[in-house]
């Protein structure tokens, strides 16, 4: 079972890198990267100023997770974002997206939990679980 664990960090690890490459090749904007450095390990709600639900995250996880959300929709940063304003509220897919990280918190936290039986290491979902790759699952 540890090696299933491994591999499957492995993979997120790889993917991770592998979504960073070809980001890095596709955006036309300046690398969001240099916008958090120096504040890599700072709270997100300290670097960033529309943080409502991941606050508490450090800001270069937050970018991770933003990495993992384009991965697992399949889309660029500009399907949530104006990426002139990446503040802004302006795409309702950021609002909704917000709705779906309760949601899935929701079926992690209370849902799956309550499940009797259920002793699976991966009783977990995330935005891949639903959408693999697709905008609309
Ligand atoms: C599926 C929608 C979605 C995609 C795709 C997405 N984001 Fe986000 N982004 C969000 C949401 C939602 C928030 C606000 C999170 C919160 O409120 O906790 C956010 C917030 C941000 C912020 C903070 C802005 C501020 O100052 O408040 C940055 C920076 C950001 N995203 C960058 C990116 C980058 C870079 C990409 C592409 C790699 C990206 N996002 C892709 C949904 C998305
Ligand atoms: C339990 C399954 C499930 C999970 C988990 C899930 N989604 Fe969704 N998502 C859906 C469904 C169903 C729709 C509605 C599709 C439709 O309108 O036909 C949707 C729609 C969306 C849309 C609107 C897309 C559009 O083109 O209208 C966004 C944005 C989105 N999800 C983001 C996310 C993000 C980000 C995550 C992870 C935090 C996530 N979803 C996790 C099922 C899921």
Redesign the pocket.
């Known amino acids: 079972m540890k090696y299933v664990v491994l591999f499957c960090c492995t993979l997120l690890f790889s993917t991770l890198l592998f979504s960073q490459d070809s980001?890095k090749q596709k955006m036309h904007h300046p690398d969001?990267n240099d916008?958090i450095k120096g504040k890599e390990n700072l709270p997100a709600d300290s670097v960033?100023?529309?943080?409502?639900?991941?606050?508490r995250m450090t800001a270069e996880r937050f970018?991770g997770t933003?990495?993992i959300?384009?991965k697992a929709?399949g889309?660029?940063?500009t399907?949530?974002?104006n990426t002139e304003k990446?503040?802004s509220d302006e795409k309702p897919?950021?609002e909704i997206?917000?709705g779906m990280?309760k949601m899935t918190e929701t079926i992690n936290k209370d849902l799956l939990t309550s499940i009797e039986g259920l002793k699976g290491e991966h009783a977990f979902v995330g935005c891949e679980t639903c959408h693999r790759g697709k905008e609309k699952p």
Do not use: E, G, S, Y
């Open positions: 980001l969001i916008l960033f100023t529309n943080v409502k639900i991941l606050q970018i933003m990495k959300f384009t929709l889309v660029r940063c399907f949530c974002h990446w503040a897919n950021k997206a917000r990280m």
